[in-house]
């Protein structure tokens, strides 16, 4: 066979390779998500670390605090381009934070407040490199307001924003007062809790004692203004502010962290000479979320939502928290609810104290008039006490050293969720009137999902589990307007739906969503307006769905899967208390949430049962209800479905691969050896430059083919496929990764019957990976086949290394000893052929290539 012979051939062979290549990758880029409702790092042009949101409800325009910038976002229309303002910091100031100790990350200017002022102005305050300032913003024209040389106008920011980029940090804006709950110094080791703006008389902080604060980190806060109608008293407004702090009130070998509720008045000025500039009304108490079944406690608050139950009725707030704890070594969220009722009714009760002589609390005796801490009203008033400035010296006295309750307010959980981590909470309500009451938790996870849990009585049922961000994208805000939920990442906006029938994606779920307006018709849950009658309740509606002893009696589903395989089983939660499992006793498994993750091995096959706690209309206790069983059987050549698809395709692929790489070699083989007897009969002598005896060649800077007798598999050392610079491969070499496709990208219902889920967490499913690039001194492939594991929910795929291209060598030798002398020369003037020809002089474009969500 001639070289050019070989050519023709070799070319239609690499332009079918590189097309399949290029459709599957396309193939692939499917989301479970409606991409235009988001907006990616890229429409924000290079502007990151989103920290703080802003809406302006009237117009619908969303400010966002970021990095060196605030932007402003039209979320009517998320297509419109952002406007951006640049406040970074000078570069003499970013060297000098950096010559304190602080990473050239943070000496950044870190936006960290947005709050409304009259004016339509917004008051903007950033870290600016661990100096804090703060601006003005002007609504009209979009930019901050100008000093009289030409910079910025600013004023020191020490009160009103933390100094680190990353330290905990909340602040509510109160009848144009910002209040504040932040570190005050360089180092964060002091705490204030402030009214940060108005008449610098009555800036007041609390006072700098561990009974106060003690090592805290600040969640949230609220205002609760008192309307005239709902204030016969007239009570002072209050703001309330939460956060995780070291428990001084535990003797133990260890710290102990638990959640607190703090509560001042807004009209307090601080003592005469007792605690001047201080807090006359600070107090706290411990929130308890406590699932008493389970003993299990969860003492670390991370998110609060406030909201009113009955709008206009300050009175009915409530305040929904999320918890973890600080003893379970895996990831673990729960959700409990506090009312403002109960909480005035623990500022209201006993104080706690310490007593010196032997260190055990016990409650204070006897306790002064007026009351400590209490907020002036209309009888304090009329008692002569118009201000704090006029409060004895000896309540003072008491609330400086009794800032602690003795009581705590408690609340049972109303979710509980395993193996998954929530780091943000908004709530809708749904019912109104007389219905009944129940509301749709959306929760934002740290690996860039939203969850829509809802919430009816007893019962909690997870609606949707949607994959918005990259896993490392952790959700930081989330805003609800007119139906929707604005989500965001540090890097990215989202929006979402949040309200309506159409949250619930099958019968089950829509059922208990009956009393709401809510009914299954024609497969899918829309809205009615028929009013239930006295017998249709959620118990009818599930049995339209379902016979009540089929749902807790469920069929047994067989999978055959293959050894080695990593998959997820799913279990529909319906109550607040986690699933349990039933299964071999072996240690291949984790549980995500309710569903279980299952590495097949031997030990691992056989029945699982997913065991549930649910509770039914006129019972209080729980009773066990079966959501699933599994049998795992080893795979056989019938497997149907998902997988069976899945393996056909991978096998599919394998035989193609082969069947090129074949063709490719027979090519080589033959001009190699026609090369070698032209030479040999002109009496060249090759010179002994064999390869065999050279393990760990450099597989992709060689021009040759390294044979290693030595080398015991086709994947022994090889090269990463991610390392790759700006999405160009690192080296000029096609790498083809073969993966299953899986179920498809659809995740926006876990539940809906899919056993296995093919990377979720981006919204995709799996693609076929290649990165084409020619170089024009010549061509260069190496063929490397990768298996990936399926890593269930999360979706994440176990890249396994390709190792080396080497095979195994043995009968090369015998063809003759100067082989692996003649490979060497014939590749290398192969190249130079190829390098011949115009369509390998250009580098050819690289695929684009989906990056894989670990």
């Known amino acids: 066979m001639t070289p050019d012979g070989a050519m023709l051939i070799l070319l239609p062979v690499l332009c079918l390779f590189s097309g399949a290549s290029w459709a599957a990758t396309l193939g692939g880029q499917e989301g479970d998500y409606n991409r235009e409702d988001i907006l990616d790092p890229k429409s924000f042009g290079g502007v990151t670390n989103f920290s703080t949101f802003l809406l302006d409800r009237s117009s619908g325009m969303l400010f966002l605090g970021a990095r060196d910038a605030i932007l402003s976002v039209d979320t009517n229309d998320l297509g419109k381009p952002p406007l951006n303002i640049t406040w970074d910091v000078p570069e003499e ?239 673990l969220s729960a959700v409990c609810v506090f009312s403002l009722t109960d909480i005035n009714k623990v500022m209201d009760g006993p104080f706690k104290e310490l007593k010196k002589t032997c260190e055990n609390w016990i409650n204070p005796e006897p306790v002064p008039t007026p009351r400590p801490g209490q907020c002036l009203n209309n009888a304090l008033k009329a008692e002569g006490f118009e201000s704090s400035l006029k409060l004895p010296d000896k309540v003072l006295t008491f609330v400086r050293d009794h800032p602690l309750m003795e009581n705590s307010v408690t609340a049972a959980p109303l979710l509980m969720r395993k193996g998954i981590r929530y780091t943000k909470l908004a709530v809708t309500q749904t019912g109104s009137g007389e219905e009944p009451r129940g509301a749709v938790l959306h929760l934002g996870t740290d690996r860039g999902e939203l969850h829509q849990v809802e919430v009816m009585g007893q019962n909690a049922t997870l609606l949707k589990e949607i994959h918005l961000f990259t896993p490392q994208e952790p959700v930081n805000n989330i805003l609800l307007h007119k139906g929707q939920a604005l989500v965001g990442s540090p890097l990215s906006l989202a929006r979402v739906q949040a309200e309506g029938c159409a949250l619930y994606p099958n019968c089950e779920v829509c059922a208990r969503a009956r009393g709401l307006g809510c009914e299954w018709i024609s497969e899918a849950c829309t809205k009615t307006t028929a009013k239930p009658g006295p017998g249709d309740m959620v118990d009818d509606a599930l049995r339209k769905c379902v016979r009540k002893d089929e749902r807790c009696s469920p069929p047994p589903r067989e999978l055959q899967v293959s050894m080695g395989l990593r998959l997820l089983l799913p279990c529909v939660q319906l109550s607040p208390r986690p699933c349990s499992w039933d299964h071999p006793p072996h240690r291949h498994t984790r549980q995500h949430h309710s569903d279980l993750e299952v590495t097949v091995t031997e030990e691992s096959l056989g029945k699982y049962t997913c065991t549930c706690q649910e509770v039914g209309p006129g019972t209080r206790d729980p009773t066990p209800c079966r959501r699933a069983i599994y049998h795992l059987t080893v795979e056989s050549p019938s497997a149907g479905g998902t997988m069976a698809t899945a393996a056909g395709r991978h096998v599919l692929a394998i035989y193609i691969l082969f069947f090129v790489g074949g063709i490719v070699f027979g090519i080589f083989l033959l001009y190699f050896i026609t090369r070698r007897r032209s030479i040999s009969r002109q009496g060249h002598h090759l010179p002994d430059n064999s390869l065999s005896s050279e393990k760990g060649r450099d597989l992709l800077g060689s021009s040759a083919t390294p044979q290693s007798p030595s080398s015991a598999s086709l994947l022994s050392e090889g090269f990463r496929l991610t390392e790759k610079r700006n999405g160009t491969a690192t080296s000029t070499t096609t790498t083809t990764l073969l993966s299953n496709q899986g179920n498809g990208g659809h995740h926006g219902n876990s539940y809906s019957g899919t056993l296995i889920h093919s990377n979720p967490s981006n919204g995709h499913g799996n693609t076929l990976y290649a990165n084409c690039n020619t170089s024009s001194s010549g061509l260069k492939f190496a063929e490397i086949l990768a298996a990936d594991m399926l890593d269930g929910r999360t979706g994440e795929r176990e890249r396994v290394r390709p190792e080396g291209g080497e095979r195994e060598s043995g009968e090369g030798n015998e063809v003759d000893e100067g082989l692996g002398d003649g490979l060497a020369e014939g590749i290398k003037g192969l190249e130079e052929e190829l390098a011949s020809f115009p369509m390998f002089k250009s580098p050819a474009p690289l695929a684009q290539c989906e990056e894989s969500s670990i």
């Open 93 to 331: 100031k970013r060297r000098s934070c950096v010559a304190k100790g602080k990473t050239e990350v943070d000496c950044h200017n870190y936006i960290r407040l947005l709050e409304f002022l009259e004016e339509g102005r917004i008051y903007v305050c950033g870290t600016y490199a661990f100096d804090p300032q703060c601006a003005f913003l002007e609504l009209s024209t979009f930019t901050l307001e100008k000093a009289e040389d030409g910079g910025v106008r600013m004023e020191t920011g020490k009160g009103k924003c933390p100094f680190e980029p990353s330290q905990h940090y909340t602040a509510v804006m109160a009848g144009g007062t910002l209040y504040t709950a932040a570190t005050s110094n360089f180092l964060g080791t002091l705490f204030d809790i402030s009214r940060a703006t108005g008449p610098e008389q009555e800036r007041i902080r609390t006072e700098r004692s561990i009974n106060w604060l003690s090592d805290p980190e600040f969640v949230s806060s609220a205002f609760i203004e008192q309307s005239a109608d709902s204030n016969p008293t007239g009570d002072d407004d209050k703001i309330y502010f939460f956060f995780t702090e070291v428990a001084k009130e535990y003797d133990l070998y260890t710290k102990v962290k638990v959640p607190r509720v703090a509560r001042v008045c807004k009209s307090d000025v601080g003592g005469m000479k007792t605690l001047q500039r201080r807090w006359t009304t600070f107090l706290k108490a411990q929130l308890v979320c406590e699932d008493k079944p389970s003993g299990e406690r969860y003492n670390i608050l991370t998110d609060v939502f406030t909201m009113q139950h009955t709008q206009g009725d300050p009175s009915s707030t409530h305040f929904y928290g999320l918890f973890t704890s600080q003893w379970e070594h895996e990831e």
